[in-house]
């Protein structure tokens, strides 16, 4: 494994602390939807926090960040009591999302925007596919919609996490 | 691939994964049946329950949410094992129960836990607030005591199956 810099370290705390509080504030103006259409709520709002991810790990280009950087998330969650429904199984489906976003990584992306737009929907498909496995057992109409809603919301967060790495790519 | 074939791909993909997404939406809102109550299932056996017909009670107690925190509430309710009884849903040969809200979210029980004296409850009023769910109709929320959290509560309890 590649020795990081400090400046990659710190990019990695930034993303995983700026994810982990996106998520709490765009989740209750994403619940409005999610209560009228009576799926979960969690779903929409998880490619907002998963993008830093993907800037993370595109900025820092070593195998098993997006992982750890999940970890952490997961781990923050659990110690500050924002577990919701999934207790101690936060620490899994946080960390799960940044293994898939590392795996898309492993492909070399001529457009950075593939990138983002892929790992970023891939990330939240495969965090809504755990939940449910683990937790909510949803089947069939609601699964595809708790499904759907997760890969919308890894498409907007792709589409953002691309805008943004681009504004920082100096500063990160 | 020439790129703007690629392009023209992905809008064409989200496009598609959006346009999906607001028809089985509508699906899902034009196949709700809204009965009003509480469904109850044991197998092939079903009734909905009526909530404003249920014998109600006033209860209180303190909730713990996620956080830590404690807050006291005064419910006005029903006994969970007292509303399976009068439905004709005794929990003899059922093992655990299911309670589902209308957000899709479940919460399991044994049949000790809903069998324990004061335990789990339906509460149609919060602190003299009614319960509604989220098209304004009356509602309940399933009210869990003696609990490190309040991660087993649902709001607006849509139905309530028991498994043998």
Known sequence: ?172 | MPCKWRKHIRILLIAFILILTVVLAAVRLMGREDAGGIRLIQGSKEKTVDIGGLDQTDFSGEMVNGLGEVTRHDFRGAFLLDILHDAGFLPEGVKTVTVTGEDAYKAEFTVEEIREEGRIWLAMEDNGSQVKRLNGSPGANLIVFFEDNSRRNVRAVESIELYE
């Open chain 1, 1 to 172: 494994m590649k020795t990081t810099k400090l400046n990659d370290l710190t990019c990695m705390a930034l993303c995983i602390s700026i994810g982990f509080v996106t998520k709490r504030i765009v989740t209750p103006v994403t619940n409005i939807l999610t209560d009228f259409i009576r799926i979960p709520g969690g779903s929409l709002a998880t490619g907002f926090s998963i993008m830093f991810l993907c800037i993370g790990v595109y900025r820092i280009r070593v195998f098993g960040c997006g992982t750890m950087m999940g970890l952490a998330q997961g781990c923050l969650a659990l110690f500050l009591g924002r577990s919701g429904p999934q207790g101690v199984w936060v620490v899994i489906t946080y960390s799960f999302p940044g293994l898939v976003i590392d795996l898309v990584n492993r492909y070399k992306f001529k457009d950075p925007d593939n990138f983002f737009l892929l790992s970023c929907a891939a990330g939240t498909a495969g965090s809504a596919v755990l939940a449910n496995i683990l937790i909510f057992r949803l089947s069939s109409l609601l699964l595809a919609l708790w499904l759907l809603a997760g890969v919308i919301s890894g498409i907007i967060g792709g589409w953002l996490g691309g805008r943004v790495y681009r504004y920082l790519k100096r500063a990160l």
